[in-house]
């Protein structure tokens, strides 16, 4: 039997641990994107990109995105849960096993009764779990059947959630992905074509998103990158603000950089680009500017870039490379 001082200790060590998981924040390194790997490349998110002479090396995988991996991805090595056991499969079969231990035990859902009329018990039980399950189950298959803009839960555009979803295959990212629905389709995916003006906007955003990264200025990130990236810089910078220090970026300049490939999904276009760029990267203290940090002076990374047709590009990933 534990004593008071042993349950004391054990439960101070608990409380510690617990306490240690809840605030400890993965490391990372400064600069926007934080040397991780995060974003969406719609139907592209879990392909690694091609490799180039800038980034010859394998790229990290996306570790955070708020596109699902599914049937309409062009990854055969990624498929998505079975919809019919994402919903029965686990709550409905805990129950079910519950009421079978319950009545074998005497107990059952409703107190159990003895030697033969607990048999009848389960009996009863077993008809009535399968009566909920089929209830649930065909409710819930009515859901996810109806229309866009009559309940479900689809992307209304290309950047929506900033997963750059196809508006044209509903259900693929976003929020509609994660609630799965009818079998999806393959994304039908065509070849664009960069010219020099484009990769000029794109190294024109590189110093412009570790300008306003710098700066901390969250209209600006919002304005230059999806509102995914932007929401991941946002948990960045308030990271930085809880430990009292600000990131400074100075000094970005693009060394070398090179086109990984680009693709067109729907009006949706995408361009993946390797970039190795120089750059003064610090971490300050806010209240004394004391340099608290000293991060890498160089660093090689490939940013997918996302726009609609008509409209400029913004940074929708950045994975790093290994």
């Not at 592209?44 to 570790?63: D, E, L, M």
């Not at 599914?70 to 519950?98: I, T």
């Not at 479900?152 to 295959?169: E, K, M, V, W």
């Not at 809880?242 to 729907?266: C, F, M, P, T, Y």
């Amino acid at each position: 039997m534990l004593t008071s001082t042993t349950r004391r200790k054990r439960t101070a060590a608990l409380l510690a641990l617990a306490a240690a998981l809840t605030v400890a924040a993965p490391v990372v390194e400064a600069r926007p994107g934080g040397g991780g790997s995060a974003g969406s490349r719609g139907s592209r998110t879990f392909n690694a990109p091609s490799a180039t002479p800038t980034a010859p090396g394998s790229a990290a995988p996306i570790q955070r995105s708020q596109t699902q991996p599914g049937a309409g991805f062009n990854n055969p090595g990624m498929q998505a849960p079975s919809q019919g056991r994402r919903f029965g499969g686990g709550f409905f079969a805990g129950l079910l096993g519950a009421g079978l231990l319950g009545a074998l035990l005497g107990g059952g859902f409703f107190g159990g009764l003895g030697g033969i009329a607990s048999f009848l018990g389960l009996l009863l039980q077993v008809g009535l779990v399968v009566l909920l399950v089929s209830f649930a189950v065909r409710w819930f298959r009515r859901r996810q059947g109806q229309p866009a803009g009559a309940g479900a839960p689809y992307a209304r555009s290309g950047l929506d959630n900033g997963t750059g979803g196809n508006p044209g295959n509903p259900g693929q990212g976003g929020i509609g992905g994660m609630m799965g629905g009818a079998p999806q389709r393959p994304v039908q995916q065509r070849p664009v074509q960069i010219g020099p003006n484009d990769y000029q906007a794109f190294e024109r955003l590189l110093g412009e998103i570790q300008d306003a990264y710098s700066h901390e200025d969250r209209v600006a990130l919002r304005n230059l990158a999806t509102p995914e990236m932007a929401g991941y810089f946002e948990e960045e910078l308030q990271a930085n603000a809880a430990r009292g220090v600000v990131n400074r970026i100075s000094n970005v300049k693009l060394l070398q950089g090179d086109l990984a490939e680009a693709w067109g999904e729907g009006p949706t276009e995408y361009a993946t680009v390797a970039m190795r760029y120089a750059l003064n990267d610090v971490k300050l203290d806010r209240n004394t500017n004391r340099v608290v940090e000293t991060e890498p002076s160089e660093a090689t990374e490939l940013w997918t870039f996302v726009r609609q047709q008509g409209r400029p590009w913004i940074l929708s990933a950045i994975q790093q490379t290994n």
